[in-house]
């Protein structure tokens, strides 16, 4: 039986974790392409990590003390987590309160509720919020996913693995294998199928954390470490999976699943073959390295609401920014470590009396600062801007609540089958209009709707590829031929497009900076591939178009929307604290709310001339006859909020489509 020593290897391997995933978050640049994709790894390093410690810890209190309390194991967690959880979140309060909108700051609100009760996973998946995506860089305290899963997995494992301590150690290693083998296939089951579910909920992460538990016993029950007469080669193995994954995994690895068993069997490895002195183990054991495994947990929690904050303000662009605010995390790391961390670790010098009451005031001045807070927003803001949706895409949901933007299936709302089908086709461009069109024609009409939309747009015989990886459904060309194939099996179909075309006949590259007078950076996206390469993509759009107008009564296609180069609420918002907007009704006259007209026609030239060649009987919808004149292209009118950011259209700027989209639809005689 072995007596829980420290390992400074494993605090090295923390170093590691938390390296990738800061890198990551950065989301630095090399030779066109983000470096360190695969860094998201770092927090399934931490999770084996957690599980061999926790296991280690109850196996040393239970068999060989015989001293375990379960009162004092959730104190010692508490203490570990909390005390520094809630600094980080009462030292960027006062940041997120002066520039975040009003609906972001109340959704930052609600994160903190969950955060703290340790719930965060669930609010982040049922709030649509895509890990790794743009509008989650945004979320200060996203990253708290993790930590809820851990805290999911104390409290509950510590009472069933204590239970299973009374059986043969056999039943023990049985049960655990048993939980091992049904997460990793649920986890692989649900990344094909429900991958945000998969990515934030404990029942696709407790594999991971039972591997650790798995190799702590073997340690507390193995009288030799057989694996050590092989430290040397397995222990390199182990590192160079780990390392091997922070740089070729990417955002379309599905994750976790069977693949992400390359870097937990590579930190198994490590665990297991770092016990004794060899080159890994010297490595690993680096005082640096060791030091910065130390203040894993407080670098974890400081980086990302910085990072967040830095995004939110348009200033996280350069690397000299990006490593100025790691060294800022570093900093206030290493201070919350000495003087947080390790002050409520010690039960000597704050007691269970104290720390209860420093909980206890911390909740109230979190408490105290929200409602002050908010109702200072809601008096001093428009009305508008407070209640502002920024995420109209994400407005509709089926039946089962999911969001139908980026659903792998047709979200489809069905009042009788013999009703016209209204189909909804596009990118999140297309989203914004749904839900309107479903309170319009469905609610109130006798119409059917069906919308599949995603973050893409493209066509039968075309793939959306980056680099030479074919992006999967709903992004390829087989999404498109079951398009075809779903309309083509039902009657008085319309069918309604609008996408971000620009972006795609760009093939991947979108906006010069400062191009005319428009402040947009630099985007680049996924490219169109023909899978016959003699069709442009042109051609391709064209074909695809005429096809679905043969399968329907009547196909509308919304022109580009003009795009502004800058978040339209965040600049009101910035506007209003330097004094230089007072309410929207002024706002037509700054011309920093508002874009080239001039700029607009050249940007969509390539458009427009794809659009201009369809089919007469194509109802076509131009924007720019509603939101512009013959030199700007405005972002607010009849004091309405016409942008939810750069590009995307609000509530009340979809609704104006929509209207000419109504017109259209009355035209069409369904007998």
């Not at 104190?75 to 979140?89: A, M």
């Not at 199928?193 to 650790?212: A, D, Q």
């Not at 605010?325 to 010098?349: A, G, V």
């Not at 999140?428 to 995603?454: E, P, Q, R, W, Y």
Request: net charge positive.
């Amino acid at each position: 039986m072995i007596k829980p020593n420290y390992r400074p290897d494993i605090d090295g391997l923390r170093a590691l974790a938390v390296l990738s995933v800061v890198l990551y978050h950065a989301k630095f640049e090399a030779f066109g392409s983000i470096i360190f994709q695969g860094g998201y790894i770092g927090v399934d390093i931490f999770f084996v990590i957690s599980g061999f410690l926790i296991t280690r810890l109850i196996l040393f209190e239970k068999l060989t003390l015989r001293r375990f309390s379960f009162i004092n194991f959730y104190e010692r967690r508490l203490r570990r987590l909390l005390p520094v959880l809630l600094i980080v979140v009462i030292s960027i309060y006062p940041f997120v309160t002066y520039f975040y909108l009003p609906i972001d700051f109340n959704n930052f609100v609600n994160s903190i509720n969950y955060t703290l009760i340790f719930i965060s996973n669930f609010f982040f998946h049922y709030s649509g919020i895509e890990y790794g995506g743009t509008s989650s860089l945004l979320k200060p305290l996203l990253h708290t996913w993790s930590l809820s899963v851990e805290e999911q997995f104390y409290i509950f494992f510590s009472v069933i693995f204590v239970a299973l301590l009374n059986f043969k150690k056999q039943i023990l290693f049985f049960f655990i294998f048993i939980g091992i083998i049904l997460s990793l296939l649920a986890s692989t089951y649900l990344a094909n199928n429900h991958p945000s579910f998969n990515f934030y909920m404990i029942v696709s992460r407790i594999w991971e954390l039972l591997v650790g538990t798995l190799i702590a016993l073997y340690f507390f029950y193995s009288k030799k470490n057989f694996f050590s007469n092989h430290s040397k080669k397995f222990g390199i193995f182990g590192l160079g999976l780990i390392i091997f994954s922070i740089f070729f995994f990417n955002e379309n690895t599905k994750h976790p699943s069977i693949i992400t068993l390359l870097p937990i069997i590579g930190t198994s490895l490590v665990i297991l073959f770092c016990e004794k002195e060899n080159i890994i183990t010297k490595i690993l054991s680096n005082k640096n390295l060791v030091f910065l495994g130390l203040i894993s947990y407080s670098l974890y929690l400081w980086h990302y609401p910085i990072f967040a904050i830095a995004r939110y303000n348009d200033v996280f662009e350069s690397n000299f920014i990006k490593l100025s605010l790691i060294f800022l995390s570093l900093i206030l790391s290493i201070i919350s470590f000495y003087f947080i961390e390790k002050k409520f670790r010690n039960l000597k010098l704050i007691s269970r009396k104290k720390f209860y009451i420093f909980l206890a005031l911390m909740l109230l001045i979190i408490l105290g600062a929200f409602n002050y807070t908010l109702n200072y927003k809601i008096k001093n803001l428009p009305k508008d801007l407070v209640s502002f949706d920024y995420r109209p895409w994400q407005k509709l949901r089926n039946d089962n609540l999911i969001i139908c933007h980026n659903n792998q299936n047709f979200c489809k709302f069905i009042k009788k089958k013999e009703y016209p089908n209204i189909y909804i086709l596009g990118d999140s461009h297309a989203s914004v209009l749904m839900s309107g069109i479903k309170k319009d024609f469905v609610d109130k009409k006798n119409f059917n709707l069906i919308t599949t939309t995603s973050s893409c747009f493209g066509m039968p015989n075309f793939n959306f590829v980056k680099g030479d990886q074919i992006i999967q459904e709903p992004c390829n060309s087989q999404h498109y031929e079951n398009i075809l194939k779903t309309i083509s099996a039902t009657n008085n179909n319309i069918i309604i497009i609008n996408a971000r075309f620009p972006l795609y006949l760009s093939n991947g590259e979108y906006f010069d900076n400062k191009q005319g007078d428009i402040e947009a950076n630099g985007e680049t996206f996924y490219q169109l591939k023909s899978i016959d390469k003699n069709i442009s993509i042109e051609q391709g759009y064209i074909n695809f178009f005429n096809k679905l107008n043969k399968i329907s009564k009547k196909v509308i296609v919304v022109y580009p929307v003009p795009e502004v180069g800058f978040n339209v609420p965040r600049r009101i918002l910035n506007l209003m604290k330097e004094k230089k907007l007072k309410n929207l009704n002024n706002a037509k006259s700054i011309k920093n709310l508002s874009t080239s007209y001039e700029v607009y026609i050249n940007r969509t030239k390539d458009s427009f001339d794809l659009l201009n060649k369809l089919n007469d009987n194509i109802g076509k919808i131009y924007p720019h006859k509603i939101f512009c004149d013959k030199k700007r292209c405005f972002t607010i009118l009849n004091n309405q909020i016409l942008y939810s950011d750069s590009n995307h259209l609000s509530l009340s700027g979809s609704k104006l489509i929509n209207e000419k989209i109504i017109n259209e639809i009355k035209k069409i005689n369904f007998e």
